[in-house]
């Protein structure tokens, strides 16, 4: 159920019988105050400036010609021709039915399907992961799901960075050390960021170090076996490690989704030899440069794009534009859509024009790239480690963990340590979770314990304990999961609700859009609100009330929280039956 575009589609309609063109736009929003109905349509002002007409005589006109008698109780025109639906709340009532019944709890499924390549997560290998790959994995997790649900193909894509000049460095290092007759066991891999940071400071410092790693860079990437077989040790381990990560932070990722930056390898070549011959990269102080006049400076200095470096050496780059044409033409995609950091903005502008422009990306593929704010300390600076190092992400979440740990045991309920301990991982975890995907998705965001462990206000805790505090009225009332009872929506709360329980399927239609989580976030966050006031005043448990109230109330009630675990899930968020 879809209440925007159905209305939408009956504006449309009524348009037509006026003689307004085709393309105006219905302009149909939800309804900001309680005063305005549940939903208004806007569109007259622009039908009429088409039509050179006066607004409110054609809202009125449009007001006679929309089909609204089987569903509105009232529409009335406000202010200069906007039109104010309150819907009927029998509609309503078997809208809410149907979605009992399915589920889908009522969310169409997408009857036009689309390919869609999300490349999320990507982190760069034989280094931890930190909290810009954390942002990157779970926002792109979130949406994925939305995708999925709705219908699409969804290809996800880990864009692993397994094949920078970092990797020269590390095996002159650990060939080194294995020279020098440690053992693979003691080399302690597994310390992957204490061993990066020791070939780094001999990269800098060690005369000859620095060459030799870029030899070895060049080894690597034409194939030799030796470097090929040591790179394989950074590349398990690291793996290794992300899948420790992944499975913590709940996210749909697998094996089966790494398509690192050394896949590509084999077509890099071709790429640049396409480019170099149709003109688009020309030789620039040794090197090969896409000059992009559409990105030109302010003093109309064309962008320059660097595709191949001197000496012949590929870059992230060239590994890019080999990815637009594998997606858009071997996979097919219809869309792509990549998350990273905003500074990264700059590199997918020149990566998609350049690809459009040699034809590696079809017309018919969207290229979305997403960017991201930083997440900020307390402090207002990037978040960092007390001691100004990155912030290892498996630590994050194991401080998480042990923080919601101390807030549900605050909670003093009759949790089994063994439950409270799950309860734990899946609060803390939701709560790391929910704080970033409900911010606005561009801007910067303050990392803060406290806030995102509340049980007041936009938080995973507090929503996990709405459904909670839902299921355990249910629990009350002895009732089974396939209970049923026909909805009736008489109190005005009963009534927001519904309107707020039938708004899942237009809440994804636009993240899905923009890749905005954070608008289900509010969804969630509204509804389990909504929620509350109608438990305040709609009692169900008490003595006294008529039989067929309470049964709806509790109809009501059960279908709250199948979409609060529904809207969650979507997020990657688990629930818990208490806490
Ligand atoms: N590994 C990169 C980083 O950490 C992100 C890769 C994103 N995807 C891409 N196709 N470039 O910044």
């Given at each position: 159920m879809n209440i925007k575009q159905l209305l939408t589609e009956i504006t449309q309609a009524a348009f037509a019988t006026l003689g307004v063109p085709a393309d105006t736009n219905p302009a149909v929003t939800v309804s900001t105050r309680p005063e305005f109905g549940d939903y208004q349509i806007n569109g007259a002002m622009s039908a009429a400036k088409a039509l050179k007409t006066n607004p409110r005589q054609l809202a009125q006109q449009l007001l006679d010609a929309l089909a609204l008698d089987d569903i509105a109780a009232k529409a009335e025109i406000a202010g200069p021709g906007f039109i104010n639906i309150s819907l009927k709340p029998q509609w309503l009532a078997s809208q809410l039915q149907a979605a009992v019944q399915d589920p889908r709890l009522g969310v169409a499924k997408n009857n036009a399907p689309q390919t869609v390549v999300v490349d999320y997560s990507a982190p760069n290998l034989a280094k931890e992961m930190h909290v810009g790959h954390l942002r990157s994995t779970i926002i792109g997790d979130a949406v994925v799901r939305c995708l999925e649900f709705w219908g699409d193909t969804v290809i996800r894509q880990n864009h692993m960075g397994d094949w920078g000049t970092q990797f020269g460095m590390l095996i002159a290092h650990l060939e080194d050390k294995l020279a020098a007759g440690i053992d693979l066991e003691q080399v302690a891999l597994a310390d992957l960021e204490n061993f990066y940071r020791e070939a780094k400071k001999r990269f800098d410092d060690e005369d000859g170090f620095a060459d030799k790693s870029r030899d070895y860079v060049v080894k690597l990437q034409s194939g030799d076996a030796h470097c090929q077989k040591l790179w394989q040790l950074f590349i398990d381990t690291s793996i290794k490690h992300s899948d420790e990560v992944y499975k913590k932070l709940n996210v749909t990722l697998t094996h089966d989704d790494i398509k690192p930056e050394s896949a590509y390898n084999p077509m890099l070549h071709g790429i640049v030899e396409q480019l170099k011959a149709s003109g688009l990269a020309v030789e620039d102080q040794g090197a090969l440069v896409v000059f992009l006049q559409e990105l030109a400076d302010k003093e109309g200095n064309p962008s320059p794009f660097i595709i191949q470096k001197t000496g012949g050496g590929f870059l992230y780059s060239t590994t890019d534009l080999a990815a637009c044409q594998y997606r858009s033409q071997e996979l097919q995609a219809d869309r792509i859509i990549i998350f990273t950091d905003a500074r990264q903005g700059l590199h997918f502008k020149q990566v998609e024009l350049t690809a459009r422009k040699a034809g590696l990306l079809r017309a018919d593929t969207a290229y979305d790239h997403c960017p991201f704010g930083t997440m900020m300390g307390e402090d207002g600076k990037p978040f960092k480690t007390r001691t100004g190092g990155t912030v290892k992400l498996a630590e994050l979440l194991d401080e998480a963990i042990s923080r919601a740990g101390t807030v549900v045991a605050e909670k003093a309920s009759e949790l089994s340590d063994d439950e409270r301990a799950q309860v734990a991982a899946k609060v803390g975890i939701g709560a790391v979770k929910f704080a970033d995907l409900s911010k606005n998705r561009t801007s910067d965001y303050v990392f803060s314990w406290d806030a995102m462990l509340?049980?007041?206000?936009?938080?995973a805790p507090y929503l996990q304990y709405a459904y909670t505090r839902v299921r355990s009225i249910l629990r009350k009332a002895g009732l089974d999961d396939d209970y049923q009872a026909t909805i009736q929506l008489l109190e005005p709360q009963e009534k927001q609700l519904a309107v707020k329980l039938l708004r899942l399927e237009e809440t994804l239609q636009q993240v899905m859009k923009d890749a905005q989580p954070n608008l289900l976030c509010n969804y969630l966050y509204e509804l389990a609100s909504l929620f509350m006031s109608f438990y305040e005043a709609c009692p169900m448990l008490k003595d006294g009330i008529e039989p067929d109230v309470k049964a709806s109330r509790l109809m009501l009630s059960i279908l709250t929280a199948r979409m609060l675990r529904q809207g969650l899930d979507l997020l990657g968020i688990e629930v818990m039956e208490r806490m």
């Open positions: 509340s049980f007041e206000g936009a938080t």
